[in-house]
């Protein structure tokens, strides 16, 4: 056994991870809620009073998308339904609400990956080494995508599982939160019961839908959607942020039409389905789930820096799915690198703001190891079903 196996090996055995994932969301809510004693110090928690403000303004049948200067900056841009949930929270004074808030979207992330069952300990334990460091980014910035890789891993669990109504409520929570979380959802063509899971996230959906009338009247819960609405389709017009279509206007200089982009990445995304041979495969199917959390990273146009516990999670499962090699070694430091200490103290001002951030290099290793997966899936042999225990060793 080699010493990096050897020191996966010891933290998975000690139960040290849920430590330290409890250590990190408590750690970002603390230091940011004592930033908030300056002047400015709303802004290092900004998100949470987002989130939290927005149940009252439900409550009250004030617009949630509207802007709110007195109670933080920025717009509220989730579903009504995450408003009513974030009641949960509305209650606490702000340091209590951001130290449980920063632990479900620890929590989340950690629980889900520890559930994966193709996965021996070794491996989750490196998953979650591996993407510890950008989950802090998401925790410092309070924000829910942890929360959101966590419910799209848990959807592929309940497939897994064939509990395919779970694996439905998942799903609809996720795109609840942010529609991308629909994506998950591709991963039910893998599995029996289709109908039933279809038929699952239609009630669910419709559910969480028509729940924030238990707090306000139908006619202002329309005129809320309505709202939403207009604000979707109004931030398709902002800015391209880390993306593959923000890489192209970095990179080349092209300003490509973004519903294009994401339409030929959902095209590329449905390939994976040509090799059909390799579907009763786990290892093809976590691969899939693995390309599912990268894509709604890479074709958002809206990403930002925080988003990447997603992608980086689903980096992370692709490795320990595959074989080594070198080319997969090298993606995965790069990933390591651009990606997660890209936005660190590792990295001095000048360079971050000179070149990473205009370049738009974190987004890099992302496509290059979204890319890899295609071929790796496209490639994926009916006898892959052993890579999974090839790789871990046992």
């Given at each position: 056994?080699?010493?990096?196996?050897?020191?996966?090996?010891?933290?998975?055995?000690?139960?040290?991870?849920?430590?330290?994932?409890?250590?990190?969301?408590?750690?970002?809510?603390?230091?940011?809620?004592?930033?908030?004693?300056?002047?400015?110090?709303?802004?290092?928690?900004?998100?949470?009073?987002?989130?939290?403000?927005?149940?009252?303004d439900l409550l009250a049948g004030r617009?949630?998308?509207?802007?709110?200067?007195?109670?933080?900056?920025?717009?509220?841009?989730?579903?009504?339904?995450?408003a009513l949930f974030c009641g949960v929270?509305?209650?606490?004074?702000?340091?209590?609400?951001?130290?449980?808030?920063?632990?479900?979207?620890?929590?989340?992330?950690?629980?889900?990956?520890?559930?994966?069952?193709?996965?021996?300990?070794?491996?989750?334990?490196?998953?979650?080494?591996?993407?510890?460091?950008?989950?802090?980014?998401?925790?410092?910035?309070?924000?829910?995508?942890?929360?959101?890789?966590?419910?799209?891993?848990?959807?592929?669990?309940?497939?897994?599982?064939?509990?395919?109504?779970?694996?439905?409520?998942?799903?609809?929570?996720?795109?609840?939160?942010?529609?991308?979380?629909?994506?998950?959802?591709?991963?039910?063509?893998?599995?029996?019961?289709?109908?039933?899971?279809?038929?699952?996230?239609?009630?669910?959906?419709?559910?969480?839908?028509?729940?924030?009338?238990?707090?306000?009247?139908?006619?202002?819960?329309?005129?809320?959607?309505?709202?939403?609405?207009?604000?979707?389709?109004?931030?398709?017009?902002?800015?391209?942020?880390?993306?593959?279509?923000?890489?192209?206007?970095?990179?080349?200089?092209?300003?490509?039409?973004?519903?294009?982009?994401?339409?030929?990445?959902?095209?590329?995304?449905?390939?994976?389905?040509?090799?059909?041979?390799?579907?009763?495969?786990?290892?093809?199917?976590?691969?899939?789930?693995a390309s599912a959390l990268i894509w709604?990273?890479?074709?958002?146009?809206?990403?930002?820096?925080?988003?990447?516990?997603?992608?980086?999670?689903?980096?992370?499962?692709?490795?320990?799915?595959?074989?080594?090699?070198?080319?997969?070694?090298?993606?995965?430091?790069?990933?390591?690198?651009?990606?997660?200490?890209?936005?660190?103290?590792?990295?001095?001002?000048?360079?971050?703001?000179?070149?990473?951030?205009?370049?738009?290099?974190?987004?890099?290793?992302?496509?290059?190891?979204?890319?890899?997966?295609?071929?790796?899936?496209?490639?994926?042999?009916?006898?892959?079903?052993?890579?999974?225990?090839?790789?871990?060793?046992?």
């Open positions: 056994m080699t010493a990096s196996k050897r020191i996966i090996a010891f933290v998975a055995r000690r139960g040290t991870l849920l430590g330290l994932y409890i250590l990190l969301a408590v750690a970002a809510a603390l230091v940011a809620y004592a930033w908030g004693g300056q002047a400015d110090a709303s802004t290092h928690y900004n998100n949470f009073l987002i989130f939290k403000s927005s149940f009252s617009d949630l998308y509207a802007t709110h200067a007195g109670q933080h900056y920025d717009i509220y841009k989730y579903s009504p339904a995450f929270f509305a209650w606490m004074p702000d340091w209590l609400g951001l130290v449980c808030w920063n632990l479900l979207n620890a929590l989340a992330v950690f629980s889900a990956i520890r559930a994966i069952r193709p996965l021996n300990e070794g491996q989750k334990a490196f998953v979650l080494l591996f993407v510890a460091i950008e989950l802090f980014t998401n925790l410092q910035n309070s924000q829910s995508n942890g929360l959101m890789a966590g419910l799209m891993i848990w959807a592929y669990n309940g497939l897994e599982d064939g509990r395919v109504g779970r694996a439905a409520l998942f799903v609809a929570l996720a795109a609840s939160i942010k529609p991308f979380g629909l994506v998950a959802a591709a991963l039910f063509l893998l599995y029996p019961k289709r109908i039933r899971f279809g038929i699952h996230l239609a009630g669910w959906s419709a559910l969480l839908a028509v729940v924030p009338v238990v707090v306000t009247s139908p006619r202002v819960l329309w005129l809320q959607y309505e709202s939403w609405l207009a604000l979707l389709r109004a931030d398709q017009a902002r800015c391209l942020g880390l993306s593959v279509a923000g890489g192209m206007q970095a990179w080349f200089g092209l300003v490509p039409d973004k519903m294009l982009i994401v339409l030929a990445g959902a095209v590329l995304f449905c390939l994976a389905y040509l090799n059909r041979k390799a579907w009763q495969q786990p290892g093809f199917r976590l691969l899939l789930l709604v990273v890479i074709f958002n146009h809206m990403a930002e820096s925080p988003t990447f516990i997603v992608a980086v999670s689903g980096v992370g499962l692709w490795y320990v799915s595959q074989e080594r090699s070198t080319l997969n070694l090298v993606l995965l430091l790069s990933v390591f690198v651009l990606t997660c200490l890209s936005p660190t103290e590792l990295f001095p001002e000048a360079v971050r703001a000179g070149v990473m951030v205009p370049w738009r290099l974190k987004v890099l290793p992302c496509i290059l190891v979204w890319v890899k997966i295609l071929y790796d899936q496209l490639a994926y042999a009916p006898t892959g079903a052993g890579r999974l225990a090839a790789v871990s060793g046992d």
